[in-house]
């Protein structure tokens, strides 16, 4: 097995630090690998924030689902699905007077493009994360960065076609820091030939028959079974519904509108 597979195949979510920062060498690498993953059109529709100051870190540690590591973390980095670039940059050129002259409409981002820009946002990001880890720097996603649009697009001046989309915590790892490796689901539940199909309930059974042996009876949710007790405690939680009427706001901009009727 080379490195690159060894790397990618260690890797665990990182939630506990070395009090070390991150050296500029090892910042700089990172955001350079990163700044080579694979983008859509060579247009890099993403933005990154990258955050040190401790009060913004215990900001986030409180605003994605109350996750007191969040604070620990040397760096964060945010990162944003962004065509608000692109946008500034055909206005500064006089693209709305060019599709006026020529018959095309200049309209706003839509929800297509905004599925494009996390595209490429969260494969910078996961090339971030993999670089990171070569280097003995160990990473956590926080997807929860999704929640509370209207307060992190405040904390970070948010234009409006930048959506925060994801969210890494990085930092060193300790010395000796064990590795334990969570079990994924087996290959044959997850990749396809050709087509999608639909699982059998047997085949069900036997994906999430590692998962049902850490079910609780006595559980808080009153579930009596593993599936609804997850779905109590990630699908149906409060912080799921935090943040889909947070994307549900930030989605209501990227709504393909002519631009030059404003």
């Not at 009060?55 to 969040?70: M, W, Y």
């Not at 945010?78 to 608000?84: E, G, N, R, T």
């Not at 064990?178 to 085949?203: C, G, N, S």
């Not at 028959?209 to 850490?214: G, M």
Request: glycine share 4%.
């Amino acid at each position: 097995m080379n490195d690159v597979l060894k790397t990618l195949q260690n890797r665990v979510s990182l939630r506990g630090y070395e009090k070390k920062e991150i050296t500029p060498q090892d910042y700089n690498a990172i955001i350079e690998s990163m700044m080579r993953a694979p983008t859509a059109g060579n247009q890099m529709l993403y933005s990154v924030i990258a955050v040190r100051e401790q009060k913004t870190k215990e900001i986030l540690s409180r605003t994605c689902d109350h996750q007191a590591f969040i604070s620990t973390a040397p760096l964060i980095l945010v990162f944003l699905a962004d065509h608000q670039r692109w946008f500034d940059y055909y206005r500064q050129n006089g693209v709305a007077q060019y599709c006026q002259e020529k018959g095309l409409l200049f309209e706003a981002p839509q929800e297509s493009d905004l599925l494009l820009a996390i595209q490429d946002t969260m494969i910078a990001a996961q090339t971030a994360a993999i670089a990171a880890e070569s280097l003995g720097i160990g990473s956590c996603y926080i997807g929860d960065i999704m929640e509370n649009y209207e307060e992190h697009k405040k904390l970070f001046n948010l234009p409006e076609w930048a959506f925060p989309i994801g969210m890494l915590c990085l930092g060193y790892y300790r010395e000796n820091q064990p590795r334990v490796l969570k079990k994924r689901f087996d290959q044959e539940f997850i990749v396809f030939d050709e087509a999608y199909r639909h699982l059998t309930p047997e085949e069900y059974s036997k994906m999430f028959a590692e998962q049902e042996k850490t079910f609780d009876p006595k559980n808080r949710f009153e579930a009596d079974n593993y599936a609804k007790a997850f779905y109590a405690r990630k699908t149906g939680a409060e912080f799921s519904k935090e943040m889909a009427r947070s994307v549900r706001v930030a989605m209501k901009q990227w709504d393909g509108r002519l631009l030059d009727k404003e």
